[in-house]
C-alpha cells in the first residue's frame, strides 16, 4: 500500500477552465446543465458555471470560484488525502468549498486566492496542473 506522500505525489492538482458559483435553492432549477447538485433534505445547492448563472434567478449565491480538481491515483484508499489539501490551504489562510465525486475530490476556491491555492497545494506536493491558461 502506497503512502499518503505517494498518493499525494501521484494525483494532480487540476485547476480547471471555468469559474463557478454555488447557489441555495428550495426550487427545481436544478434539472439539466448544473457541475454538481446537492440535495440532503433540508436544501438543495448547485454549483453552477458562470455561463449558467446567468439563467438562475431569485437563489442566494455565492462566489466567483475556481476550480481545482484532485486526480486521486487511489480513491478510496488513502486516509487524509482531502485533509493534506485542505489544510495546506487552511494553513495559507485560504477558505475552500469541498464535493466529491467517485473518481475525483472538487475545491472551490475563490477568484482572488488563485496563485496562492496553487502554490500551497504544490508546497504539500501535489503536481499542479493548469488548464485555465493563465
Not at 446567468?54 to 491515483?73: T, Y
Amino acid at each position: 500500500m502506497a503512502t499518503l506522500e505517494e498518493v499525494i505525489a501521484a494525483s494532480p492538482a487540476r485547476l480547471l477552465d471555468d469559474t463557478f458559483f454555488v447557489l441555495r435553492t428550495d426550487r427545481g432549477q436544478h434539472e439539466v446543465g448544473c457541475f454538481a447538485v446537492v440535495a440532503d433534505g433540508h436544501e438543495v445547492t448547485l454549483i453552477v458555471s458562470q455561463r449558467q448563472d446567468a439563467n438562475m434567478s431569485g437563489a442566494d449565491r455565492e462566489g466567483p470560484f475556481l476550480a481545482i480538481r484532485l486526480e486521486i491515483a487511489t480513491p478510496f484508499g488513502a486516509p487524509g488525502f482531502i485533509a493534506a489539501a485542505t489544510g495546506a490551504l487552511a494553513d495559507s489562510g485560504l477558505n475552500a468549498f469541498v464535493i466529491s465525486t467517485f473518481s475525483y475530490d472538487y475545491i472551490f476556491i475563490r477568484v482572488t486566492d488563485r496563485d496562492a491555492a496553487l502554490s500551497a497545494l504544490s508546497g504539500r506536493g501535489f503536481p499542479v496542473e493548469d488548464e485555465s491558461g493563465g
